[in-house]
């Protein structure tokens, strides 16, 4: 899997949106980059993910640049309930069972 | 929306006891997981399980460790003889597989297991 570069923290305001990159500027075709993040003492929540196209849903945007080496995670109008651990990961889909191997990522705080 | 249940939230176990943690993935799911946290630190992986067998395991899971789905529904992961270092969160998490294996996991809450 390709490794990933996120800065230790960031803060934000509330309501503001919250961008947060990710590089991985050695990434290989197949692999998707995914986002997750920890709020304190509960589990690893997943967000979105994405190949090569800019991808939204309920919880953020994920925009991938066009070389794919780095991303951005948005939150759009981030709230105090926003505020974690948040991990981007590039791993290979294998069709099944893949471990996630996580890192250090970036912690958000948000702001009142 | 369906999530993964972990029971129970909190264990407290004297050293060298044995002790289960249970959990129930999402139903349609084909692929289930343990990881664990140590306070401070990062989630790490232990063990992956599909088709009633382990499919991967990390060096951290070793013969102390075992996982079965004894029904259609739990997975559950035993620790026997715990020692100390067993302290952590420990998470359980399933996925689908799908178009491209792409499917992401989803986690549960954890127990917190402490060793006493």
């Known amino acids: 899997d390709a490794k990933t570069t996120q800065p230790p923290s960031m803060d934000c305001a509330e309501g503001r949106a919250a961008n947060l990159p990710c590089n991985h500027s050695?990434?290989?075709?197949?692999?998707?980059v995914y986002w997750y993040r920890q709020i304190h003492s509960q589990g690893p929540q997943y967000i979105i993910h994405?190949?090569?196209n800019n991808e939204t849903n309920e919880m953020a945007s994920l925009i991938i640049t066009e070389d794919r080496k780095s991303s951005t995670l948005i939150l759009p109008h981030a709230t105090l309930r926003d505020t974690a651990v948040y991990y981007c990961i590039v791993r290979v889909p294998s069709g099944g069972y893949q471990k996630v191997t996580f890192g250090t990522g970036t912690k958000l705080q948000v702001i009142p | 929306e369906p999530e993964v249940t972990q029971t129970p939230s909190h264990q407290v176990t004297q050293m060298g006891q044995e002790v289960i943690l249970r959990c129930v993935p999402i139903?349609?799911?084909?692929?289930f997981y343990w990881y664990r946290q140590i306070l401070g630190q990062k989630v790490e992986f232990l063990v992956s399980f599909y088709n009633n067998e382990i499919s991967e395991k990390s060096e951290i899971f070793d013969d102390q460790f075992s996982v079965e789905r004894p029904d259609g529904s739990n997975f559950t992961l035993k620790i026997r003889s715990t020692k100390l270092e067993d302290s952590a969160m420990y998470f359980c998490?399933?996925?689908?597989?799908?178009?491209?294996?792409?499917?992401?996991?989803?986690f549960g809450d954890g127990t917190r297991l402490s060793i006493l």
């Open positions: 994405g190949l090569k």
């Open positions: 998490a399933s996925s689908n597989t799908g178009p491209g294996g792409n499917q992401p996991q989803h």
């Open positions: 139903s349609n799911h084909l692929y």
């Open positions: 050695t990434i290989s075709g197949n692999e998707y």
